[in-house]
């Protein structure tokens, strides 16, 4: 079982930069994928990016390529998304999720991860 807490979302402006971090409870953190996920209103919950178990390899939309970048520390039991240039439509509900597969590269949908937070809201304004 794995416990997962995010937080750092909030209000920021286009162009800027914020960093969401996701505490995972439990000693099995190196074992999991870790996922970022989003969904904005009316819309389905969409993958944002992930870090494979290992850490060695990494996944992201290519929406937010080349914006974004997912980290984890294994001392700190955490998974980090930071966030820069962000535009109006990054605005979302993001979800921290975790998957217990060793797989080389990580998972995109939302099926291969088993736990998830329970979300922290980013507002990007124009």
């Known amino acids: 079982q794995v416990q997962l807490v995010e937080s750092g979302g909030g209000l920021v402006q286009a162009g800027g930069s914020l960093r969401l971090s996701c505490a995972a409870s439990?000693?099995?953190?190196?074992?999991?994928?870790m996922g970022w996920f989003r969904q904005a209103p009316g819309k389905e919950r969409e993958f944002v990016a992930a870090?494979?178990?290992?850490?060695?390899?990494?996944s992201y939309a290519d929406s937010v390529k080349d914006r974004f970048t997912i980290s984890r520390d294994y001392v700190k039991n955490t998974v980090y998304l930071q966030m820069n240039i962000l535009k109006p439509e990054d605005t979302a509900v993001y979800y921290c999720?975790?998957?217990?597969?060793?797989?080389?590269?990580?998972?995109?949908?939302?099926?291969?991860?088993?736990?998830w937070g329970q979300g922290t809201q980013v507002t990007v304004s124009s």
């Open positions: 999720a975790a998957g217990n597969t060793r797989a080389i590269v990580p998972g995109t949908r939302t099926y291969e991860y088993e736990f």
């Open positions: 439990g000693r099995t953190f190196s074992s999991y994928a």
């Open positions: 870090v494979a178990w290992s850490g060695g390899r990494t």
